[in-house]
């Protein structure tokens, strides 16, 4: 199987390759098109340029002199082959005659040099023919030869070649820079890419500190290394979260079971007798186990899949002031004011189920709530959504902890927790029953600031 990078580098040298070859065919395509249109307005420049010399000749009346012979010559070394006579078919000038040799050498040159830049060409020697005024009763006649359809002097074959040369130099540097940016491209998405896969098997093996850093401009990767890490995090934290689980599990099945074991131990070796102060002790110790039994067992079967709900138009502002009266005790113990906006809205619910969220959020506020502080519950009907706002004023809770507040067994400050006889799974169960429900909650907390949930139940 081929890495990445390898693949990415042979794409981009491929398709560049491509262009480039694709461009340079069109390229010799389109140059040649033109310089053979330019050579063959430069052919037919020549041929009217002939003709006028020969004009003024004719004119001038000077068919005898030198004049003729230097427009011959002239014609010749410019691939054309002319020959002039008057109506009588007297001869007045003829290259072939003047230098036969010569013209035989051109026309080859012609035919070497039109098959260097256009092979496979078939061209053929051409003759046009004018006639000219010599007086009321003479005319005169020229003949032009040339083998066409293109003449390239040797200036022509040598510009030809060497436009060939650079555009094969160009293809050449531009695919040595196509393989180059290509490296760099491949190289700048693999390499953060294989830094991934190196720490996604890291935290395979359970090594979740080692976090990526590298910083790339492709946004997609970026996103990826930011999964990662943020996935990295969520694992490491998760593995404390078990090391907490276990040893909080620990602790509250090995305080009541020690209590319970020295106690029978005396007991039974006969040093206290058993009164009933101390088998009511026992008793408690025993129920408090099973009350930690059946707070796993509601947690367990509120976050199952098969969770039965017994849903019913619930009026969410009456079932807060029905569980709000069963508070009052405690709000009165501890001096807490309780203010409330309880606006009337009916919603289609687990009551008992609700109730209990709310009871496990409510009563988790008043534990953490010092005396005289604050308690406020508002109800609120959005366009889509109900949602209900418990804030407290109490010990608020730090940005370290905040995440973790509805982990199982988590406690933010342990002593307080314990010495409120808390369990540590109130608001796990509570978020279970809220999700159940196909409903959200979340929660803002700053320390000495208090606490504030927000519920947010669909219509």
């Given at each position: 199987m081929k890495k990445l990078k390898h693949k990415l580098t042979f794409s981009f040298i491929l398709f560049s390759l491509g262009i480039i070859i694709l461009i340079s065919i069109s390229a010799n395509i389109f140059?040649?098109?033109?310089?053979?249109?330019?050579?063959?307005?430069?052919?037919?420049?020549?041929?009217?340029?002939?003709?006028?010399?020969?004009?003024n000749v004719i004119t001038k009346g000077n068919l005898e002199g030198a004049s003729i012979e230097n427009i011959g010559i002239n014609a010749l070394e410019n691939g054309l082959i002319i020959k002039l006579s008057d109506d009588s078919g007297k001869v007045i000038w003829d290259a072939r005659t003047h230098n036969n040799g010569m013209c035989e050498d051109m026309l080859s040159k012609m035919i070497l040099n039109m098959n260097k830049i256009n092979p496979g060409l078939k061209g053929n020697y051409t003759v046009e023919k004018y006639d000219f005024k010599l007086s009321d009763t003479k005319k005169a006649y020229l003949e032009i030869?040339?083998?066409?359809?293109?003449?390239?002097?040797?200036?022509?074959?040598?510009?030809?070649?060497?436009?060939?040369?650079?555009?094969?130099?160009?293809?050449?540097?531009?695919?040595?820079?196509?393989?180059?940016?290509g490296i760099i491209i491949a190289t700048s998405i693999s390499e953060p890419l294989f830094r991934v896969?190196?720490?996604?098997?890291l935290i395979a093996r359970g090594n979740?500190?080692?976090?990526?850093?590298?910083?790339?401009?492709?946004?997609?990767?970026?996103?990826?290394?930011?999964?990662?890490?943020?996935?990295?995090?969520?694992?490491?934290?998760?593995?404390k979260m078990r090391k907490v689980l276990t040893k909080d599990i620990s602790h509250e099945l090995r305080t009541p079971l020690t209590t319970m074991q020295v106690q029978l131990e005396a007991l039974v070796d006969g040093v206290w007798e058993p009164t009933e102060?101390?088998?009511?002790?026992?008793?408690?110790?025993?129920?408090?186990?099973?009350?930690?039994?059946?707070?796993?067992?509601?947690?367990?079967?509120?976050?199952?899949?098969?969770?039965?709900?017994?849903?019913?138009?619930?009026?969410?502002?009456?079932?807060?002031?029905?569980?709000?009266?069963?508070?009052?005790?405690?709000?009165?113990?501890?001096?807490?004011?309780?203010?409330?906006?309880?606006?009337?809205?009916?919603?289609?619910?687990?009551?008992?189920?609700?109730?209990?969220?709310?009871?496990?959020?409510i009563s988790n506020g008043i534990k953490y709530t010092q005396i005289g502080g604050k308690i406020n519950i508002n109800c609120i009907e959005m366009e889509n959504e109900f949602v209900i706002v418990v804030k407290d004023s109490g010990i608020g809770i730090s940005e370290e902890n905040l995440s973790y507040i509805f982990e199982r067994f988590y406690r933010a400050d342990e002593s307080r927790a314990r010495a409120t006889g808390g369990?540590?799974?109130?608001?796990?169960?509570?978020?279970?029953?809220?999700?159940?429900?196909?409903?959200?909650?979340?929660?803002?907390?700053?320390?000495?600031?208090?606490?504030?949930?927000?519920?947010?139940?669909?219509?």
């Open positions: 140059v040649k098109k033109n310089f053979n249109n330019y050579i063959q307005d430069r052919l037919e420049k020549r041929k009217t340029d002939v003709v006028k010399d020969i004009d030869g040339y083998y066409g359809p293109y003449y390239y002097s040797e200036p022509d074959i040598v510009f030809f070649k060497t436009l060939n040369s650079i555009l094969i130099i160009v293809a050449i540097v531009a695919l040595g820079l196509s393989i180059i940016v896969v190196k720490a996604t098997n979740y500190k080692n976090k990526i850093n590298e910083k790339t401009n492709v946004e997609e990767v970026e996103e990826i290394i930011d999964s990662v890490n943020k996935l990295a995090n969520i694992l490491e934290n998760q593995e102060e101390r088998l009511k002790s026992i008793y408690e110790e025993t129920q408090r186990l099973s009350r930690l039994v059946g707070y796993l067992e509601n947690l367990s079967r509120y976050e199952s899949d098969n969770l039965v709900l017994n849903k019913s138009m619930v009026d969410i502002s009456e079932l807060i002031s029905t569980i709000m009266v069963n508070f009052e005790k405690q709000l009165l113990d501890k001096n807490i004011e309780y203010e409330s906006n309880l606006n009337r809205f009916v919603a289609n619910v687990d009551k008992d189920k609700l109730s209990q969220a709310l009871i496990n959020i369990s540590g799974i109130g608001l796990t169960i509570a978020k279970a029953i809220i999700e159940a429900q196909d409903g959200e909650i979340s929660v803002k907390s700053k320390v000495d600031g208090g606490t504030e949930f927000t519920i947010k139940l669909p219509k």
